[in-house]
């Protein structure tokens, strides 16, 4: 026979409510696997986060105060560590991307000046846009947040933001290959 685990938390000041957690991973392990699922698709990846999370609801129980559904506290502890996630495997690859680039890119003088040149162009049409593009990118560059909360901060709809990004991007492809062809 298993011990339950379980935690009392106080729903009002009259009444207790146990969380058995142990019943509640069971109930719901199919449930956090398809929730992490749909946002990492490596499944030995997926594995890891479900561990992970069942580790931190355990680990962290006692710090569930009641103040929503425990499987609502389950699922943002889940989402926060998919969060991370990526925010690891994002900087691995710009190191490991920056380490290829280091190795292989030649060091002529010649490409030295084409880069800067082409940076000077994009930093100078940039400079001449609008404020609300300079905005945008400014936050999703040097706050590295993401569309959503460019959105939230400047209280626009997140299609705007992509819309306007869309129109950045391509502004800035066809200003730098324009001027490079003279």
Known sequence: MSALFCLEIEASEESLNPVYWEI????????????????????????????????EVLCNCHRFRGLSKPETWMFGIALNLVKNHYKSLKVSYLHDELNDNVLTQSDLPDDITEYKDTLQKVLGHISRMPPVYQQILQLIV????????VADELMIPVGTVRSRLSRLRQTLRNEVDWKSEE
């Open 24 to 55: 509640l991973m069971r109930e719901n392990e199919k449930r956090l696997y398809n929730f992490i699922h749909k946002r990492v698709a490596n499944t030995s990846d997926v594995e890891d986060l479900v561990q992970s999370t069942w580790l």
């Open 142 to 149: 040097d706050h590295d947040i993401s569309y959503q909360e």
